[in-house]
């Protein structure tokens, strides 16, 4: 199974803003008329039910939404970019890996078929020279250039969900378990490691029914990344309650039992909590057979369940407790709070950030003060004497004095350096 892919999305640019003017017989005087450039694409994620790994992603490194069209003359607005949807199995875990800020990834958790969740957004297109036409400035020669589009590294990691996940040591008979309550058919075998990804299975009890996930043998160490064991032990977050199954013919199964509880705990402490159900297999050999009694005394107060998956003896009573347990942990669980209502507010007034640097020139930071050098940094004096007035009215004189500057020296924000007036 493929369940870790890192991945490079990158959503659209957008369009340029056109500079343009009506001319056309018989109108006189008729004024700017670009359009308006259209807006990048962006980059989605859609839990797909019909996929079950990121092997589809395995190849493709770089995925690009469309960027959004230039506006032309006629006040022709530019086509917004096409939308990348990018397909994952629901239970995909999406983390930015570069550019987090406060140590805090952002995060998203497709755990929901058809949810969707925008991960990259595209750039916001330049408006055209019919936008900025005034009283006073009635053939303005510039027009905005549109943003880029952002650039992130996406880590995908797929998290299995299921109601019940079968842990224990190699061996211990999870597959053939599996097989013998639903009709999953994984590969079984009397050596260690025959299982080598997480499997799922339907468990259909009439009117109810639940998914079992076979998860592969755990050994010592696996809380650190021995062996598969990271692979492995993500899927275990997303089960609800834990089979634990014992091999009952092994030399020690209190000490199996522990190893593997020991590794649960050591790669998340919540794991401790989850329900268990402790599950002796094998009851089959007459040696393990004669020791179940012994054995519950050692689990004690625990209750524990004798079974052998390879037969099907004791297994429907397994699957009614398990049905039980699922049942008083649903309703245990406090209902989910009505989703509240969004309330908008007004965005707070962007601080400018100003400080010298060792050249002497006064470097501007702020997101809002950035992006109007990108769009109009490179449009000619026109284009430069707006984007002076934009940072007036962010507050530029105040943090320019605070910062020690004088009218006359010199500024830089984003790439574009100017004089600064005062």
């Known amino acids: 199974m493929i369940d870790l892919v890192q991945i490079r999305v990158v959503s659209g640019s957008g369009g340029n803003g056109a500079v343009s003017f009506r001319r056309e017989k018989y109108v006189a005087r008729g004024g700017p008329d670009g359009g308006d450039g259209g807006r990048g694409g962006d980059v989605v994620l859609y839990a797909d039910p019909n996929l079950s790994t990121l092997a589809h992603l395995r190849y493709k490194k770089v ?10 003359k006629g006040q022709r607005h530019g086509a917004r970019g096409a939308d990348l949807e990018i397909k994952v199995p629901v239970g995909t875990v999406a983390t930015v890996v570069d550019g987090a800020e406060g140590g805090q990834a952002e995060t998203w958790d497709l755990d929901t078929p058809g949810m969707t969740v925008v991960v990259a957004r595209g750039g916001e297109g330049g408006r055209g020279n019919a936008r900025f036409a005034t009283p006073v400035r009635q053939a303005p020669g510039f027009a905005e250039k549109g943003l880029p589009g952002q650039d992130r590294e996406l880590r995908l990691e ?64 696996a809380h650190a990344g021995v062996g598969l064991g990271h692979q492995f032990l993500r899927h275990v977050e997303r089960t609800r309650v834990l089979v634990h199954l014992i091999d009952a013919s092994s030399p020690d199964p209190k000490a199996d039992y522990e190893t593997v509880q020991r590794e649960l705990e050591l790669y998340d402490p919540a794991l401790k909590e989850r329900p268990e159900v402790v599950v002796l297999n094998k009851v089959d050999v007459p040696e393990a057979r004669r020791r179940v009694e012994d054995l519950k005394r050692q689990f004690a107060p625990k209750e524990v369940l004798a079974i052998s998956a390879a037969t099907g003896e004791g297994t429907r009573e397994l699957l009614r407790v398990l049905q039980r347990t699922l049942r008083e942990q649903r309703e245990a669980q406090p209902p989910a709070p009505a989703e509240a209502l969004p309330v908008l507010r007004p965005r707070g007034h962007e601080r400018l950030d100003v400080e010298r640097d060792e050249d002497g020139v006064f470097v501007v930071r702020g997101r809002k003060a950035e992006e109007a050098a990108l769009k109009l940094g490179d449009g000619g004096f026109e284009a430069i004497d707006e984007l002076q007035e934009r940072l007036r009215r962010m507050g530029l004189e105040k943090a320019m004095r605070r910062a020690g500057a004088r009218p006359g020296d010199r500024m830089r924000v984003g790439s574009v350096e100017l004089e600064w007036q005062g």
């Not at 995925?63 to 032309?72: K, Q």
């Not at 599996?178 to 468990?203: H, I, K, N, Y």
């Open 63 to 72: 995925y690009r939404a469309g960027d959004g069209e230039p506006g032309s």
């Open 158 to 221: 797929l998290k299995l969900l299921a109601d019940v996940g079968i842990v224990g040591l190699p061996n211990a008979g999870k597959s053939t378990l599996l097989r013998a309550v639903s009709r999953a058919t994984p590969e079984v075998g009397d050596f260690p490691f025959t299982t080598l990804e997480p499997v799922l299975g339907v468990v259909d009890l009439g009117m109810e029914a639940f998914v079992m996930a076979d998860l592969p043998g755990l050994i010592e160490g």
